[in-house]
C-alpha cells in the first residue's frame, strides 16, 4: 500500500473550524447507516420500517419493552452495532459501576436515547452553515455520554491491539491509547468533544470505508507511514457499524463454491500453524512490503481509503491471517454434493432458524406482565439454496394455517448436532408445516436416517469412485436390519445356551489409589475384553456370516441380549454419576482458589455462572409437576435476575419467582436451594460458590453414609442408594437414571419407529471394496492414501512438511515429519531429562515422588505430538477428498487430472471472466411536479480477475452509489474499471460538492434582500434553514435560478450527503443529457477517456455552472466562495 507522508496532503486537512460541512458530510452517512441498521432490527422483530424523521423509534429506546423482549432486541442489534458491547457486563473496559453487575435495560436505555439524540443534533448543526459561529459551543456532552466515548474507546483499543498482535508489537498502540485523554477537554466544569472525541463518535455509526474515508482528512490522522500512526486508525476504526446485508452469496453458485474450496486448501490447519516456530509462520501472514501494501491498495472502492491501513474490505481480508480457524469441511462438502447432485434423491436436513408462533403475557414474579413468545425450530430437507427467500419459506411453512409464521430468526444452515446430520429421500424441497387448531404448533419433517459427520468423508469418497454406491449400501444395510430386527422380536435368533451368562458388564473403577488395585482391575479389564472378543467370534461365524453382517454394524444393545451379557446395575450407573457431579462442582470452586505458584486463575464470567445456576436449578427439581411449571419464560428471567443480582430488585425478583414455583418445598422443589438461599448474597459469584458448597453437602448427605473398615478400624463414607421415602426425594433427573434397562421388545420397537444410525463399519467395509483391496488388517485410510499417492503423485500442501515446534514441561520439541523418524525418537531423551527434573525439583521441596511419575510425563509428551500428528492425518485426508471434489467440478472427463494439492495456487491464479449481477435504479412512472416513481431493474458488471480475487467485488451488490450510477450505462451493462473509477471520482466530488453547498447557505443567509424571509421559513429561527428551503428563495424571492436549476442544486447535494450516486430518471428533465457522457465509455476503459469527459466531471460542472452564474449577486466578494475557487484546480471560463 502506498504510504503517504504528511508533506503530501499539505492544504488538505480538515478542521471543526474551518470545515463543518466535512464532518457534517459524514454525520448525515453516520446517521443513514444507523437508520438502515434499526430499520433491519424493527423488521426481524415483527414491526414497521424506522421513520427516518426520528431515531427514537429505535427499539432499543423502547421503555414499554418487556426486559426479555429488549434483551433479544440488545442482542440481535450488537450484530451491527458493536459499540453495544460497552453495556456488557464482562467487556474488558475501565467503568464507574461495579463489573459484577449485569446489562441494566433501564440505563442503557437512557444512554443510547441521549446518544442517539447528540447524533441527531450534530448532523443538524455540521449540515447547515451557522453564522453565528456556535456550532462549535454544541459539543458539549453529557458526563454519561463522555464517559461512554472513554469506555468505547478502550474497549476498541483492546480489541484492535488483540487483533493485529502479529503484526504490531505493544508499543505501536502507546499513541492509541494515550489518545483516550485526548476525546474530551473540560473548561469550566463543561466536558465537550475535541476533534477526537468528535470524529471516534461518528466512526461508531460508519462502515469501516467510511470512516477511513474520513480520517485520511482530519487533522492529526493523516500520518500512515508508521506503526503507531495504523494503530491509531485500527483503534478508531475497531467498533465501526456492520451493515446487515443479505448473505454475500455468488449468482453462479458452483464457481462461489469452487472458490471457497480452493481458498481452504490454500489456508494452513490452525492445529498446524501452532505447531510452527515463528520463522514458518511468517508465510502464512499479508505481506506488508511496499510492493504488496501498493497492489492491495489498488483494490479499494475509495481512495482516501488508500492512504490507510484497513480502509477497504479488500485490505482487511488481506490482513487476515491465511490459516483455517475451524473446520469447514462438512459444510463445504454438503454444499458440493448438492450442487453436483451427487446423491440423487437424498437431501440433507436444514435448520432454517427460529419461528415465532404465538405471543402473550405472563406475570412472572415481581415483574408485571411478561411478553411470552413461542418458538420453535423449523427444520427441512432440501438444499440450502433452496430456502433463500424468508417470505416464500414463511408462506410454504404457513400452507392452511390461519395465521401468519414470522422468523424471529432467518438463518438456513445446515442441521448438524451431536455431529450428525439428518436425511431423506426427496427430490424436493421439504418444509415443516404450521398445525391448524387451537394450539398453535410446529410439526418438523422426520429423518429417514443419519449419517455422522466423520463418516461423510467415507460417503464422499465411496461416491466420488462409483457414484450411486451410497443408495446400494444404504437399501440393503436396511433390509437386512429390519430382518434381523423381526427375526429377534418373534424369537428366533436366540443364542443363550451358545454363551454362559455374564454377571454385567465390567466397569473400571475410577483413579484407583493403591497399587493392587490397580493392578487387579487390569487383570480383570483384561479377562473380560478377551471374553467378549471371543463371543463375538462365535456370533459372527455361527450366526451374522448368514445375514452378510459384522457385529461392529449392529448396536450393542442387541449384542448384549444375544451374547448373554447383563447391563451394570444402576447402582454403579448411579455411583458413577454422583461421582462425576462432585468432581463437576470441585472443579468449578477449584476456579476460585489460588494455584500453587499463588496466581489467580480464571473465574467464570459472569453470564456463564447465571446460565449454570439456571440450568441446575431446574436439573434438581424432584417433582415432575413442579418442573413442568418452569417454562422458557420462568428459566430466562431466572437467569436474567442471577446474572444482574448486584441489584436489590432482581434479587427480590429471584426470591419472587423460587416462591412462586415452590422451589423450596422440601417434597417438590429443590433439594438444597433453601440452605443456599439461607445466607445473604450480594453478588452472583457468592450465590455461584455457596450454592456448589451446598450442593456437596447434599450429595455426601445423601449417597453416602459413614461406616467403619473393618480392617483399619477408621471411619469411612460408603456409598449407598437410597430407598423408600428418601429415594421419593431425589431430584427426578436422578430418579430417572436408576430406572432399570427396557424390555428387548420394546427396545426393538423403539428402534424400527425411529431413524436408522448408519454404522461407521458399514463404510468401511464398502471402501475397501471399491479400492480393490485384499489385505483385511489393513485399514480403509491407509488404503486410501496408497490409492491417492499413486493418482495424484504431487503429494499435500508444502507447509504439511514444515518443521514442527512444541513446548512440553519446558522443553522444545522440534522435528520434520518428512525426515522418516518416529515421532518418539524425537523426545525420548527429553522426556528422560524431564522426569529427572521433576525428581530433584521434588526431592528438593521435600514432597514423595509418585509412583506414576515417569508414566504421567511419558503420556503428556505422547499426547502432544502423536494426537496432534492423528489430528493432522485426519486433516489431510479431507484436503484430498476436497481436491478430488475440486477435479470433479472442473474436469468433464474422469482421466482429466488437475494439479495437486502442492500446486494449488496455479488453479486461484487463473484468469477468468464474471459477470456480477446488480441493480440499476430507473424510471417506473413519472409524476407531476418532479415527484417520479423510481424501481430497481438488473444491471451487471462485467468483471475480469483472478479467480482467488473474485469475490471482493460480491461487495458492489449492496454499495448505495451502484443502482444510481448504473441506470447512466446503456442496457445497464458496465465493466469493473469503469465503476471502479467512476466511484472514485464521485467520492472526491461528493466533498467537493458539500463544501460548495455550505458556502452556498451561508451567502444565501447573509443576502440582504433574502434576510426579512429568513425568519419563517428557517427551522432554527433565523441561525439556519435547511437547504432546500434556502435554494428554493433564490426561485421564489431573488429570481435569479430557475426551478429546474434549483431542483438539480438540491438533488445533487442531497445525494451526496446520502451517498447515492443521482440516476437518470431524478434529475430535471434539461439536465439528463450528462448520461450521455457515459457513452464514451462503452468499449473502452474508463481510466483511458480525455480529462473532463466522465460523467462525474459532467455532474460536477453542470453544479458548478448553476453555482458561478449566481456568484455575482450573492457573493460579489468572494466572501464564501473566494476559498473554494482558489483551490479549484481547472477554473473553467467566466460565463
Not at 418532479?930 to 467485488?953: C, F, H, M, Q
Request: net charge neutral; hydrophobic share 35%.
Amino acid at each position: 500500500m502506498n504510504t503517504v507522508p504528511a508533506s503530501e496532503n499539505k492544504g488538505q486537512s480538515r478542521t471543526v473550524e474551518d470545515d463543518p460541512q466535512y464532518f457534517g458530510l459524514y454525520l448525515n452517512l453516520a446517521r443513514e447507516n444507523l437508520i438502515e441498521v434499526e430499520s433491519h432490527v424493527r423488521i426481524k422483530f415483527g414491526k414497521k420500517k424506522l421513520n427516518e424523521e426520528s431515531l427514537k423509534q429505535s427499539l432499543l429506546c423502547d421503555h414499554l419493552l418487556s426486559v426479555d423482549r429488549w434483551t433479544k432486541v440488545y442482542g440481535h442489534s450488537r450484530r451491527y452495532l458493536p459499540f453495544l458491547h460497552y453495556f456488557d457486563p464482562d467487556s474488558q473496559i475501565e467503568k464507574d459501576h461495579d463489573s459484577k453487575t449485569g446489562v441494566d435495560p433501564d440505563s442503557a436505555q437512557r444512554l443510547i436515547r441521549e446518544l442517539y439524540s447528540l447524533l441527531d443534533f450534530l448532523r443538524n448543526d455540521f449540515s447547515h452553515n451557522r453564522l453565528d459561529g456556535t456550532t462549535f459551543e454544541h459539543l458539549e456532552v453529557s458526563p454519561d455520554i463522555s464517559s461512554f466515548i472513554t469506555g468505547t474507546y478502550s474497549l476498541a483499543c483492546g480489541r484492535a491491539q488483540s487483533r493485529f498482535a502479529d503484526f504490531f508489537k505493544p508499543d505501536d498502540f502507546v499513541l492509541a491509547k494515550n489518545r483516550k485523554e485526548q476525546l474530551i477537554s473540560v473548561a469550566d466544569g463543561k466536558e465537550c468533544l475535541t476533534v477526537s472525541g468528535l470524529a471516534f463518535f461518528i466512526c461508531l455509526f460508519l462502515d469501516r470505508e467510511q470512516a477511513s474515508g474520513m480520517l485520511s482528512r482530519i487533522r492529526g490522522f493523516k500520518r500512515t507511514d508508521e506503526n503507531w500512526a495504523r494503530a491509531v486508525h485500527e483503534t478508531f476504526c475497531d467498533l465501526c457499524i456492520r451493515h446487515p446485508h443479505d448473505r454475500l452469496e455468488s449468482s453462479n453458485t458452483k464457481e462461489a463454491l469452487l472458490l471457497d474450496m480452493l481458498n481452504e486448501l490454500n489456508r494452513c490447519p490452525r492445529i498446524l500453524y501452532d505447531m510452527l516456530p515463528e520463522e514458518e509462520r511468517a508465510q502464512f501472514l499479508p505481506a506488508l512490503d511496499e510492493n504488496s501494501m501498493n497492489n492491495l491498495s489498488e483494490n479499494s472502492l475509495n481512495e482516501e481509503s488508500r492512504l490507510l491501513w484497513d480502509g477497504s474490505s479488500d485490505w482487511a481480508e488481506a490482513l487476515t491471517k491465511r490459516i483455517r480457524h475451524q473446520d469447514r469441511f462438512p459444510y463445504l462438502m454438503l454444499r458440493f454434493i448438492e450442487e453436483m447432485d451427487l446423491l440423487k434423491g437424498i437431501r440433507f436436513r436444514v435448520d432454517l432458524g427460529e419461528i415465532e408462533l404465538d405471543s402473550y403475557s405472563k406475570k412472572v414474579g415481581r415483574n408485571g406482565e411478561y411478553d411470552r413468545t413461542i418458538t420453535d425450530h423449523a427444520l427441512a430437507f432440501g438444499k440450502l439454496s433452496d430456502f433463500q427467500n424468508e417470505e416464500e419459506v414463511s408462506r410454504m411453512i404457513s400452507g392452511e394455517a390461519s395465521y401468519p409464521v414470522r422468523f424471529s430468526l432467518f438463518a438456513p444452515r445446515y442441521a448438524i448436532y451431536d455431529n450428525k446430520i439428518g436425511y431423506c429421500h426427496t427430490s424436493d424441497p421439504v418444509y415443516p408445516k404450521s398445525k391448524t387448531g387451537e394450539k398453535r404448533a410446529l410439526s418438523n419433517p422426520q429423518s429417514m436416517g443419519f449419517i455422522s459427520v466423520h463418516n461423510l468423508r467415507k460417503l464422499l469418497l465411496m461416491e466420488l469412485l462409483c457414484e450411486g454406491s451410497f443408495s446400494r449400501m444404504q437399501s440393503d444395510f436396511l433390509r437386512k436390519a429390519n430382518r434381523i430386527l423381526d427375526e429377534t422380536a418373534e424369537g428366533k435368533l436366540q443364542f443363550s445356551a451358545l454363551f454362559p451368562e455374564m454377571r454385567h458388564r465390567f466397569i473400571p473403577p475410577q483413579n484407583p489409589k493403591s497399587k493392587d488395585r490397580r493392578e487387579k482391575a487390569e487383570t480383570t479389564l483384561e479377562k473380560y475384553k478377551q471374553e467378549i472378543k471371543g463371543r463375538k467370534d462365535k456370533l459372527n461365524s455361527q450366526l451374522l456370516s448368514a445375514f452378510d453382517m459384522n457385529q461392529r454394524q449392529l448396536p450393542s444393545r442387541l449384542l448384549d441380549e444375544w451374547m448373554n451379557i447383563r447391563p451394570a446395575s444402576h447402582s454403579v450407573k448411579l455411583r458413577t454419576y454422583v461421582k462425576q457431579l462432585n468432581e463437576d462442582c470441585r472443579l468449578r470452586l477449584r476456579k476460585f482458589r489460588k494455584d500453587g505458584d499463588g496466581k489467580a486463575r480464571a473465574i467464570p464470567l459472569v453470564g456463564e455462572m447465571a446460565t449454570f445456576l439456571s440450568q441446575d436449578i431446574v436439573r434438581m427439581i424432584i417433582s415432575e409437576e413442579t418442573k413442568k411449571l418452569i417454562t422458557s419464560a420462568y428459566y430466562n428471567e431466572m437467569q436474567r435476575s442471577l446474572a444482574q443480582y448486584a441489584g436489590e430488585e432482581n434479587r427480590r425478583q429471584f426470591r419472587a419467582i423460587v416462591a412462586e414455583l415452590h422451589l423450596l418445598d422440601p417434597s417438590s422443589g429443590h433439594p438444597f436451594l433453601s440452605a443456599t438461599m439461607e445466607t445473604a448474597h450480594r453478588y452472583t459469584e457468592d450465590f455461584y460458590k455457596c450454592y456448589l458448597e451446598k450442593k456437596r453437602e447434599w450429595l455426601a448427605k445423601t449417597f453416602y453414609r459413614p461406616e467403619q473398615d473393618e480392617n483399619t478400624k477408621r471411619r469411612i463414607s460408603v456409598f449407598f442408594v437410597p430407598d423408600g421415602e428418601a429415594r421419593k426425594l431425589l431430584p427426578l433427573l436422578i430418579r430417572r437414571r436408576m430406572k432399570e434397562q427396557n424390555d428387548l421388545q420394546d427396545w426393538i420397537r423403539n428402534k424400527q419407529a425411529h431413524p436408522i444410525d448408519l454404522p461407521s463399519h458399514l463404510f468401511d467395509s464398502k471402501i475397501m471394496e471399491l479400492l480393490k483391496v485384499k489385505d483385511g488388517k489393513k485399514k480403509w485410510n491407509e488404503a486410501f492414501k496408497d490409492w491417492w499417492s499413486t493418482k495424484y503423485p504431487d503429494g499435500m500442501q508444502p507447509f504439511y512438511g514444515l518443521r514442527r515446534e512444541l513446548n512440553i514441561h519446558g522443553k522444545s520439541v522440534s522435528y520434520i515429519p518428512s525426515d522418516g523418524k518416529k515421532f518418539a525418537d524425537c523426545y525420548t531423551h527429553l522426556m528422560e531429562k524431564t522426569v529427572q527434573d521433576k525428581k530433584r525439583e521434588l526431592r528438593t521441596a521435600g514432597k514423595p515422588v509418585p509412583p506414576d511419575l515417569a508414566a504421567d510425563i511419558k503420556r503428556s509428551f505422547h499426547r502432544a505430538v502423536n494426537e496432534r500428528e492423528f489430528m493432522l492425518r485426519l486433516v489431510q485426508e479431507d484436503d484430498r477428498l476436497m481436491l478430488m471434489a475440486i477435479n470433479k467440478m472442473m474436469t468433464d472427463r474422469e482421466e482429466d487430472i488437475l494439479p495437486g494439492l502442492k500446486n494449488i495456487d496455479s488453479i486461484l491464479d487463473e484468469e477468468n471472466q464474471f459477470s456480477l449481477a446488480v441493480h440499476a435504479k430507473v424510471l417506473e412512472k413519472e409524476g407531476e411536479g418532479g415527484d417520479n416513481s423510481l424501481s430497481l431493474v438488473p444491471a451487471t458488471i462485467e468483471i475480469k480477475s483472478k479467480r482467488k480475487d473474485w469475490s471482493k467485488y460480491i461487495r458492489y451488490r449492496y454499495d448505495r452509489r451502484v443502482p444510481g450510477l448504473m441506470s447512466h450505462f446503456p442496457e445497464h451493462k458496465a465493466t469493473l474499471d469503469e465503476v471502479k473509477t467512476l466511484l472514485g471520482e464521485y467520492d472526491r466530488c461528493r466533498i467537493k460538492i458539500f463544501d460548495w453547498a455550505f458556502a452556498l447557505e451561508g451567502a444565501i443567509m447573509s443576502d440582504r434582500d433574502l434576510k426579512p424571509y429568513l425568519h419563517e421559513s428557517s427551522s432554527r429561527e433565523g441561525k439556519s434553514g435547511e437547504h432546500s428551503t434556502l435554494v428554493k428563495m433564490l426561485v421564489e424571492k431573488k429570481g435569479c435560478l430557475t426551478p429546474d436549476e434549483s431542483q438539480y442544486l438540491i438533488l445533487i447535494r442531497n445525494k451526496a450527503a446520502h451517498n447515492q450516486f443521482p440516476c437518470a430518471a431524478e434529475m430535471p428533465l434539461i439536465y439528463r443529457d450528462v448520461s450521455a457522457k457515459v457513452g464514451s465509455i462503452e468499449g473502452s476503459s474508463a481510466k483511458d477517456l480525455p480529462e473532463g469527459s466522465s460523467l462525474v466531471d459532467s455532474l460536477w460542472k453542470k453544479y458548478e455552472m448553476i453555482i458561478r452564474k449566481i456568484l455575482p449577486i450573492l457573493d460579489p466578494e468572494n466572501r464564501f466562495f473566494g476559498k473554494l475557487l482558489n483551490n479549484m484546480s481547472q477554473p473553467i471560463n467566466d460565463l
